[in-house]
C-alpha cells in the first residue's frame, strides 16, 4: 500500500518523538562504543547485557548444543575486548561487527568438531600400521580433550583407549600389554568409542547447511 502525500505534494517527517529516540539511541551506542574501545570494563559488561543473549541463541541454532553455545558465546566476548581496537565505527554499528565475530567462533567450533569426528574416526580404525605422525598445535588440543573425556569412561575402557590413543599401540599391541584377549580389547574399544563420541560430540548432528544467524544488530 504506498502512504498517502498530503496536499502540495509533500512528505510527510517521521514525528518528534521517533527521531529523537533514534538519535539518542544512535548516541548511547556511540558512547558506548567509545568507552569499549578505551578499555572501560563497564563498557564490557553493558555489550554482554545487550548482545549476550542474541550471541547465544545465534550460537545454539547453527551448533545445534546449548552448552557449546555458551563457550563460544565466552569466546566472543573475550574477542570483543581483546580486539576493541580493531573496531572501527565508521564501518559499521558495534552488533554488526559482534555478528562476524560470532561467526568466526562458530566456524572454528565446527572446524574443531570434524577435527575430533575425524581423530575418533582414526583411533577406531587403527589396525596393525604404523603409528602417524606428530600433528600441528590444533591436534595437541584435540589430543587435550580426548584425555578429558577418556578420564570420564569405564576403567577397561579407559585404559583400551589410552594405551591406543596416547600411546599409539595396535589393538595387539594393547592386548599384549594388557593381557586381554584381543576380542574384549576390541569390544572395550568399540564401547569406550562410542562413549567418547558421545562425550566430544553431544548432538551427532549433521553440521551442513547450518550457518550463524544475524538478527541481531
Do not use: N
Request: net charge positive; with cysteine; glycine share 8%.
Amino acid at each position: 500500500m504506498t502512504a498517502a502525500v498530503p496536499e502540495g505534494g509533500a512528505v510527510r517527517a517521521a514525528p518528534a518523538p521517533v527521531v529523537a529516540t533514534a538519535a539518542r539511541q544512535a548516541g548511547a551506542e556511540a558512547d558506548l562504543s567509545a568507552a569499549l574501545v578505551a578499555g572501560d570494563p563497564d563498557a564490557l559488561a553493558e555489550t554482554y547485557r545487550r548482545w549476550g543473549d542474541p550471541v547465544h541463541a545465534a550460537a545454539a541454532r547453527s551448533l545445534g548444543d546449548a552448552r557449546e553455545a555458551e563457550d563460544v558465546a565466552q569466546q566472543v566476548f573475550l574477542a570483543v575486548w581483546r580486539g576493541r581496537h580493531g573496531y572501527r565505527p565508521d564501518r559499521g554499528a558495534l552488533g554488526a561487527w559482534i555478528v562476524g565475530i560470532t561467526r568466526r567462533k562458530v566456524a572454528d567450533a565446527l572446524s574443531a568438531r570434524t577435527r575430533r569426528r575425524d581423530l575418533l574416526a582414526a583411533v577406531a580404525e587403527r589396525a596393525d600400521t604404523a603409528p602417524p605422525p606428530a600433528g600441528d598445535p590444533e591436534t595437541v588440543v584435540d589430543r587435550v580433550l580426548v584425555r578429558e573425556a577418556l578420564a570420564r569412561l569405564p576403567l577397561p575402557q579407559r585404559q583400551v583407549l589410552a594405551l591406543a590413543f596416547l600411546q599409539d599401540l595396535t589393538q595387539t599391541q594393547v592386548a599384549e600389554r594388557t593381557g586381554m584377549p584381543l576380542g574384549t580389547v576390541k569390544s572395550h574399544m568399540r564401547r569406550g568409542l562410542r562413549r567418547l563420541r558421545q562425550a566430544l560430540d553431544p548432538t551427532g548432528a549433521d553440521d551442513a547447511g547450518r550457518a550463524c544467524s544475524s538478527d541481531f544488530a
